[in-house]
């Protein structure tokens, strides 16, 4: 490697960095000035709430509770509950719960991401017909209607009246019970990735070298699989990164609904009970995965395409 390629990466990591430091500390102080206090029993005396608060270390001023927590942060602590799971540790709550929306997240991108080529390229191959007019209709209200919205209507539709699935999640039914949030989630992949697709493949269909290729001879089968579809599929791959991430940032309400004891549903609940710890590990979280997975795709572009790398050093 490179020493450009490598100051390039060093550059792109440090502010990385720097980005989810500035991050943490936007977080924490948003915590620390919700309204409402971590201590919500109204039945403690003021001496025993002054106790908690110093157990918690809620006392100390607002600068020593954010670098004490940076510091336990670093090492995997990430503080304990204060209200939702009392004194249960808040990286085994959080690490839980990821693993769920995580695959979640990866089957419903897989599934989505299968579905839309299939769409995309029968589009495309149709370009300007009423097939590809339907594509393009589903292509924007998948894009348009939020994943929540589609899961209170297979909820209605599925659990409620035809009663086909169940209404709520089921860790001893845990596959039949994710169908109605994987499919809420995977709608909005299928919709992104079959507009990518049948962008791309119009742009491929009509290029030159698709010209020359069909004057040589070569059969249709061959020429969409080895020629177009190849090289309509790298701008997509482009795209299931971020798609990825912003699906498990989007997983919040559909999991509250579906009852999938997510990192959505943790999240939601620990602010509707101020738990600052499951707040700030939740949130955090995402915006760590959203900086990695920009990080690496941008790492990506300036190793593949130095032109990148120069650009952004200009």
């Given at each position: 490697?490179?020493?450009?390629?490598?100051?390039?990466?060093?550059?792109?990591?440090?502010?990385?960095?720097?980005?989810?430091?500035?991050?943490?500390?936007?977080?924490?102080?948003?915590v620390?000035?919700?309204?409402?206090?971590?201590i919500?029993?109204?039945?403690?005396?003021?001496?025993?709430r002054?106790?908690?608060?110093?157990?918690?270390?809620?006392?100390k001023?607002?600068?020593?509770?954010?670098?004490?927590?940076?510091?336990?942060m670093?090492?995997?602590d990430?503080g304990?509950?204060?209200?939702l799971?009392?004194?249960?540790?808040?990286?085994?709550?959080v690490g839980?719960?990821?693993?769920?929306?995580?695959?979640?997240?990866?089957?419903?991108?897989?599934?989505?991401?299968?579905?839309g080529?299939?769409?995309?390229?029968f589009?495309?191959?149709?370009?300007?017909?009423?097939?590809d007019?339907?594509?393009?209709?589903i292509?924007?209200?998948?894009?348009?209607?939020?994943?929540?919205?589609?899961?209170?209507?297979?909820?209605?539709?599925?659990?409620s009246k035809l009663?086909i699935l169940?209404?709520?999640?089921?860790?001893s039914?845990a596959v039949?019970?994710?169908?109605?949030?994987?499919?809420?989630?995977?709608?909005g992949?299928?919709?992104?990735?079959?507009?990518?697709?049948?962008t791309?493949?119009?742009?491929?269909?009509?290029?030159?070298?698709?010209t020359?290729?069909?004057?040589?001879?070569?059969?249709?089968?061959?020429?969409?699989?080895?020629?177009?579809?190849?090289?309509?599929?790298?701008?997509?791959?482009?795209?299931?990164?971020?798609?990825?991430?912003?699906?498990?940032?989007?997983?919040?309400?559909?999991?509250?609904i579906?009852?999938?004891?997510?990192?959505?549903?943790l999240?939601?609940n620990s602010?509707?009970?101020?738990?600052y710890n499951?707040?700030?590990?939740?949130?955090f979280?995402?915006?760590a995965?959203?900086?990695?997975?920009?990080?690496i795709?941008?790492?990506?572009?300036?190793?593949?395409?130095?032109?990148i790398?120069l650009?952004?050093d200009?």
């Amino acid at each position: 490697m490179s020493k450009s390629t490598m100051k390039y990466i060093g550059k792109r990591l440090a502010i990385s960095l720097m980005t989810l430091l500035v991050i943490l500390i936007v977080l924490f102080l948003m915590v620390k000035f919700l309204p409402g206090s971590p201590i919500n029993n109204e039945k403690l005396s003021e001496a025993a709430r002054k106790a908690i608060e110093v157990k918690y270390g809620l006392d100390k001023p607002i600068p020593v509770q954010f670098f004490k927590y940076l510091t336990s942060m670093l090492s995997g602590d990430f503080g304990v509950s204060y209200n939702l799971y009392k004194d249960m540790k808040v990286a085994t709550l959080v690490g839980k719960a990821a693993k769920i929306s995580f695959v979640y997240g990866v089957v419903a991108v897989v599934i989505g991401t299968v579905i839309g080529m299939v769409l995309g390229v029968f589009a495309a191959l149709r370009k300007n017909t009423i097939w590809d007019t339907l594509a393009t209709v589903i292509s924007v209200l998948g894009v348009s209607i939020p994943s929540f919205v589609f899961a209170m209507l297979i909820l209605i539709v599925f659990a409620s009246k035809l009663k086909i699935l169940p209404s709520g999640y089921s860790s001893s039914k845990a596959v039949i019970s994710s169908i109605m949030p994987i499919s809420a989630l995977s709608v909005g992949v299928i919709a992104n990735v079959a507009r990518f697709t049948r962008t791309e493949m119009v742009s491929v269909l009509t290029s030159e070298y698709m010209t020359l290729a069909k004057a040589k001879g070569m059969d249709r089968k061959s020429l969409i699989m080895k020629h177009a579809l190849r090289n309509a599929l790298i701008p997509v791959i482009t795209i299931l990164g971020p798609i990825l991430v912003n699906l498990m940032t989007g997983t919040m309400v559909v999991e509250k609904i579906c009852s999938v004891p997510g990192l959505g549903k943790l999240l939601v609940n620990s602010i509707t009970s101020n738990d600052y710890n499951i707040i700030l590990a939740c949130s955090f979280l995402y915006a760590a995965m959203y900086i990695i997975m920009m990080l690496i795709i941008d790492v990506s572009y300036g190793i593949i395409d130095p032109r990148i790398r120069l650009g952004k050093d200009e």
